[in-house]
């Protein structure tokens, strides 16, 4: 049987649309645990979401919805966006599932028997957007919160507490005598800020927040957020709940990835309850730094383009997903704009890594039809590069281990200017003028391909959807970069075919993109719908409520001759269906809308246009340079269903 290897990213509160600050994380995590299962470790990747509290309970109330309504919405953006960004998660945790309740209600009533919880009332300050307590001494000013920066408030009510001040000797011994908490600067961080005069005792439940889990024995209270959502970590996994059986194959993890200022609950309060639960501890917490505009933690835009959608869809996610690795030095943080993205991408993916492949493909093209046939006798110009590229694997694999995913970079990014070098010394073109020269000039060939080879088996975990791309050029098959063939050279067939394919990388032309990207950011017409909006004033609920929008099925759709804007478009609206006629026709093909889930105007008197009837009208969006995208639903929505 194989090791196991247990991995966790934070569970991400559905407060909001994802940016590329939470992919962070959740990419790290998922390179550590493709590395992991090209190992051949028996991985299990942990990821989902933290779904209770005020913060929820408030965000869902101002939309007029439940919290779960609310939070389903959300989680499906999550998803959404793993999937798109190639997250390769094993089991995603929510903690409104049942099994998860059953697991918080079975330890909270555990730790109560074994008196680690006990009733007492609290008077204290509490952080509402970050949904913590904090004593008078770790306020900023006396009454700021320390992590927000935000007011605090003052609340006073009956409590159950957790005994953490019976921990403080063995947190202490855990933070400086193992290597649990990494890296080491956030060890001092912990002790001399939050443990070293003591620890306090923890509140741990709530009678104000009524979208939480019930404490089992007192109804009236629900089980504070932050112990609710540490225990995702085992819950997930079957411990004290019969819907998984994991727990005694995956425990203890081998890594929690957090951001650093979550440090604190995954360093101090986690591993006391599992002392108190008498559970072994994780192996390594590894708190990075954040991604920041101009030193502060990102959270919304401040003139970047931060969605990772559609970052994604204009570089690659692969692009993208490099990017945020290799410009995050271990432990610090890491400072984001369109410009460093786009010049990252352009020097080394489009130029060093973009360029090595294509040249290397290209030549043996030219040069031999693509088929080299390689008497792979050395010369002494080849060693560097060979040696580079055979001693590669272990240290990228010690990197990737510790989750320094920008030096494990560095290291495989070493090999391939070395190979481009390589190609200047060598002078390939040279070569060719002369036939004699072309056992020669095919090992030179095959020694490219070789480091292409390994640097890309190595580059997989990071970058998935680009690497099978390069093993297809490069003519290698999958057992040619399975783990134990990537640290020798001389894998690939003295025979082998490359295939000149699409360019993996394209170069991006900065000064035009930062121009599109700025125009995305601030749509003239918005803007000016603005001051509309201003003169139009404002109109009631009841006054909206009035447009019936309904969603449905594009089934069948059609140019009108003679109308060049219009499209006749049929609509399978869950009732009798009707027909739509929509100014869209300069910007979608039929084929485009057809399967298509939309949001159109039920109420709306119908009209002719063209001399075709259109009952109803669909809804799309303004684009910035005056042209119009419509608004698309997930497929699994019903049909006629109401929007509002
Ligand atoms: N729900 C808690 C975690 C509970 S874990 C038992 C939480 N959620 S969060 O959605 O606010 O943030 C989750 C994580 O998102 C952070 O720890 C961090 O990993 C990541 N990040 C959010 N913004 C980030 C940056 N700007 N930069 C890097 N990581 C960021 O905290």
Redesign the pocket.
């Known amino acids: 049987m194989s090791e196991t290897y247990y991995i966790t990213?934070?569970?991400?509160?559905p407060?909001g649309n994802p940016?590329?600050?939470?992919c962070?994380?959740t990419v790290a995590c998922d390179v550590i645990a493709r590395f992991k299962r090209m190992q051949g470790y028996d991985v299990m990747f942990l990821t989902g979401t933290?779904e209770h509290g005020a913060k929820i309970q408030q965000k869902a109330e101002a939309e007029s919805k439940t919290p779960k309504e609310y939070v389903d919405g959300i989680v499906e953006n999550f998803k959404r966006l793993w999937s798109f960004m190639g997250i390769s998660y094993d089991r995603y945790v929510r903690t409104t599932d049942d099994y998860h309740i059953e697991t918080v209600q079975n330890i909270f009533r555990k730790l109560y028997d074994k008196g680690y919880i006990y009733k007492g009332s609290y008077k204290g300050k509490y952080c509402v957007p970050c949904e913590s307590f904090w004593t008078e001494k770790e306020l900023i000013d006396g009454c700021k919160c320390p992590d927000c920066k935000r007011p605090v408030i003052d609340s006073e009510e009956e409590a159950y507490f957790l005994r953490l001040s019976d921990f403080t000797d063995r947190i202490i011994d855990l933070l400086r005598n193992s290597d649990y908490l990494r890296p080491e600067s956030r060890v001092n961080e912990m002790i001399n800020n939050f443990v070293k005069d003591g620890l306090e005792d923890l509140c741990v439940s709530r009678t104000s927040v009524k979208w939480g889990i019930p404490v089992p024995f007192d109804e009236n209270h629900t089980v504070y957020?932050?112990l609710d959502?540490?225990i995702?970590?085992i819950s997930a996994i079957g411990y004290e709940n019969s819907t998984y059986n994991d727990f005694e194959k995956y425990w203890p993890a081998n890594m929690h990835?957090?951001?650093k200022?979550?440090v604190r609950?995954?360093s101090i309060v986690w591993p006391a309850i599992l002392m108190m639960l008498e559970v072994p501890l994780p192996k390594r917490l590894y708190g990075?730094?954040?991604?920041?505009f101009g030193g502060a933690?990102?959270?919304k835009s401040l003139g970047n383009v931060i969605d990772p959608f559609v970052l994604g869809e204009r570089y690659g996610v692969d692009a993208v997903r490099y990017q945020i690795l290799r410009d995050m030095p271990y432990g610090s943080d890491s400072n984001f704009s369109n410009e460093i993205m786009i010049g990252r991408i352009n020097t080394d993916l489009a130029n060093d890594l973009g360029n090595l492949v294509s040249r290397t493909v290209a030549m043996a093209d030219k040069y031999f039809g693509g088929t080299l046939i390689s008497d792979r006798k050395t010369d002494p110009l080849d060693d560097e590069l060979k040696a580079m590229a055979e001693a590669l694997r272990d240290p990228v694999a010690s990197l990737v281990e510790e989750a320094q995913h920008s030096l494990a970079l560095a290291e495989i990014f070493k090999v391939v200017s070395r190979a481009n070098k390589y190609i200047d010394e060598t002078t390939p073109w040279i070569l060719a003028k002369d036939k004699a020269n072309d056992p020669r000039l095919a090992t030179v060939l095959y020694n490219l391909l070789e480091t292409i080879r390994i640097c890309s088996a190595l580059l997989f975990p990071f970058m998935p959807t680009t690497m099978p791309k390069v093993w297809e050029q490069i003519g290698a098959k999958e057992s040619d970069v399975a783990y134990d063939k990537i640290a020798t050279f001389g894998v690939l067939p003295a025979y082998v075919t490359v295939h000149k394919g699409e360019v993996l990388f394209p170069r991006i032309d900065i000064d035009k993109e930062i121009d599109e990207l700025n125009a995305m950011l601030t749509p003239a017409k918005t803007i000016r719908e603005d001051e509309d909006l201003d003169k139009a004033g404002i109109i009631t609920i009841d006054k909206f409520a009035e447009t019936k929008l309904r969603t449905g099925e594009i089934i069948a759709c059609e140019k009108i001759p003679k109308a060049k804007k219009l499209l006749k478009i049929q609509v399978d609206d869950g009732r009798h269906g009707r027909q739509i006629v929509s100014g869209i026709a300069q910007w979608y093909a039929p084929e485009d809308l057809i399967g298509r889930k939309i949001i159109f105007v039920a109420n709306l008197a119908p009209a002719k246009l063209c001399g075709e009837e259109s009952q109803g009208m669909l809804l799309a969006c303004d684009t910035a340079d005056g042209g119009a995208k419509v608004v698309f639903l997930d497929n699994d929505i019903p049909n006629g269903s109401t929007v509002r």
């Open positions: 990213t934070p569970i991400y509160y407060s940016h590329i600050g939470h962070y994380t933290d957020v932050w959502a540490l995702n970590y990835m957090t951001a200022e979550i609950f995954h990075h730094g954040w991604i920041t933690k990102m959270s």
